[in-house]
């Protein structure tokens, strides 16, 4: 099984702010990583796919970066709707698995 | 548009069984594979089960497989997830989720969840 270790698991950052959240698998598996937000008692959003596609009518602060092993998340200005558990999750084979979460919370 | 509703949640003893339900519309249900995640309360997701578009094909996580089993009605549009041997380890919330692509393993679309809880 492939192995999804994400950082930190927590968080505090102010408005404004640059968040990086990173995301890294036991092995390669190429470009096969997304990126979900997730808010309290909410299904989680997809905001990224293949590692760095933004989906349609996510924000263009929220960047995706990496291949291989090493995944990257990136909110370039942190907005208020923004605070939220993210989770990296491969889409490269079964099972598939998911990060453990970064929960981004207000500083 | 693309909807999934889940069904059938509740309280169920350990070792007892649980059937949810997966409806959607809004695209051709018999094309696309559709998937399970659970979330128990307050921890990360997992995924749980997968039926390939085809219907002939399903993959399982170690913690349920051989206790749960994924079918689905065409005619109704429906995935079904019958569950067995229920453990306190299954309490979570399930949800149903399909990506874009016949046999996507991302998820662009999610149902609303709906709560087992398994408690004696």
């Known amino acids: 099984d492939i192995q999804m270790t994400q950082s930190p698991s927590s968080l505090s950052a102010s408005v404004g702010d640059r968040v990086t959240i990173t995301c890294r698998a036991s092995?390669?598996?190429?470009?096969?990583l997304n990126w979900y937000q997730q808010k309290p008692e909410k299904a989680p959003n997809l905001l990224i796919d293949?590692?760095?596609s933004l989906q349609s009518g996510v924000p263009s602060r929220f960047s995706g970066s990496g291949s291989g092993t090493d995944f990257t998340l990136t909110i370039s200005s942190l907005q208020p709707e923004d605070f939220a558990t993210y989770y990296c999750?491969?889409?490269?084979?079964?099972?598939?698995?998911f990060g453990g979460g970064t929960k981004v919370e207000i500083k | 548009q693309v909807q999934l509703v889940e069904s059938g949640g509740g309280v169920v003893q350990p070792g007892g069984s649980l059937r949810l339900s997966c409806a959607a519309s809004?695209?051709?249900?018999?094309?696309?594979?559709i998937h399970w995640v659970r979330q128990a309360p307050g921890k990360g997701l997992e995924w749980m089960a997968f039926?390939?578009?085809?219907?002939?094909?399903?993959y399982y996580a170690d913690s349920v497989r051989g206790r749960f089993t994924l079918s689905r009605d065409i005619s109704k549009n429906t995935l079904y997830l019958q569950m067995n041997s229920l453990r306190a380890e299954d309490t979570a919330v399930y949800y149903c989720?399909?990506?874009?692509?016949?046999?996507?393993?991302?998820?662009?679309?999610w149902g609303q969840g709906t709560l087992v809880t398994v408690s004696s």
């Open positions: 989720a399909k990506g874009i692509s016949t046999d996507d393993y991302s998820f662009h679309f």
């Open positions: 809004g695209f051709t249900f018999s094309t696309y594979g």
């Open positions: 039926i390939r578009s085809d219907g002939s094909n399903t």
């Open positions: 092995q390669s598996i190429s470009n096969f």
């Open positions: 293949g590692a760095s």
């Open positions: 999750q491969q889409s490269y084979s079964t099972p598939l698995t």
